[in-house]
């Protein structure tokens, strides 16, 4: 009798027969799962699968045989492709003994699991499906054709466990791969009813594709300006300022962000985005300048750091908060005009005189502008000599 088959036998003896042991948590359990443990159903395959402390009842359901009353049949009659289906199916129980020697059978039962993978992510019982997932998520070649097209395939596959494993599998592809499955990721990040974990990820996937991802951008806008939950909204935000090629194509959704969310947290995180965009943010000064009298001091205080990395655009906005009898509007404009050195010499005619404001605090603030200008310009003249 061939050993090969002898000992798969005695593994799959063991797998029916299940193995002891407390529960050790799967490496897919929870995977994009923000819902309490607590809420865990077999209906909800993305909160794990469930505890089967019988294995034997799972790979009854999975077996094609009429007459399955028979699990310790002689090795003989294990038909190859139902040994290894059944192998596969248990690459994600909850027990950890199962795992292993369904793995070790695996590795035993043929030479190259990696046909018998791909196959097996078509199979109708969704357990079966996971199982070929996450058995090719570390056996795969991402500039595999067929990898990839059978991958980007489960991204719409019923079953919520298996897309987001085959998402893992996707975050894997590299630049000209990641194009097959954009239309795929853009429809799993605009449907509502995906797991928000599922979405938040896509998001971020997006993101680190950057530009050649820019057909995403109205799906990812959409999203930013919905009533979607705050997590998966600041990550849309992250995103859509990465992919965007065109700066202005998302200013303008950040620009309501940042003055009209009724959300405090999106509101700063929507105006430290407009800062980052720099000088081409110019057009959102007088939103930034808006969001220094924000009911929240972070935004308050973000919107002083973001007209700052805007530059001498941002100027005249400043200059007038500079006007106000608000003493912490004063403050914080003055902070502002200090990040920009030399670049802001222009307001030191309108900064001056607040070196004799009646507030302590306000006349600091000045002395601390006027000297950055002062020293910065200072540092350009001195590196011009060197430079002649």
Known sequence: MNHRVVRVWYLMVSLLVGCG???????????????DSQSRTADAPTDGLRETPVVGDTDAALRDDPDPADPFAPPDQLVVKDATRRLVAQLVSDNQNVR??????????????????LELLNDDEAVVRRGAAFGLLDRFDP?????????????????????????????????????????WLRKLLADPAQDLGLRIRVSRLLGRHGKQAATALPELLDVMGGSQPRALR???IDAATKVAEDP?????????LATGDEDSRLRRVAVLRLGRFGGDAAD?????????????????QSAATSL????????PALQSALDSDVRELQVLALVAIGRMGSAA??????????????????????????????????????KEQEDE
């Open 234 to 236: 600041t990550a849309v």
């Open 100 to 117: 292993r020697l369904a793995a070790e059978g695996l590795q035993e039962h043929v030479s190259d699991p990696l046909p018998y993978l």
């Open 143 to 183: 500039a595999d054709e067929s990898v990839v097209e059978a991958l980007v395939e489960r991204l719409s596959d019923t079953d919520p466990t298996v897309r987001s494993l085959a998402l893992q599998g996707v975050s894997q592809f590299d630049g000209d791969s990641i194009d097959r499955a954009l239309p």
């Open 21 to 35: 042991g407390d529960r050790v948590t799967h490496p897919t359990e929870g995977v994009g799962n923000t819902r």
């Open 345 to 382: 010499r222009e307001a030191e005619s309108r900064v001056r005189p607040l070196r004799d404001h009646q507030d302590s605090t306000v006349r600091r603030a000045a002395e601390v502008v006027l000297f950055r200008i002062g020293a910065s310009q200072e540092k350009e003249e001195k």
């Open 308 to 315: 700052g990395q805007i530059g001498p655009s941002a100027l």
């Open 284 to 300: 959102a000064a007088e939103d930034l300048a808006a969001a220094l009298v924000d009911p929240d001091t972070r935004v308050r």
């Open 248 to 256: 202005d194509d998302v200013i303008a959704a950040l620009r309501q």
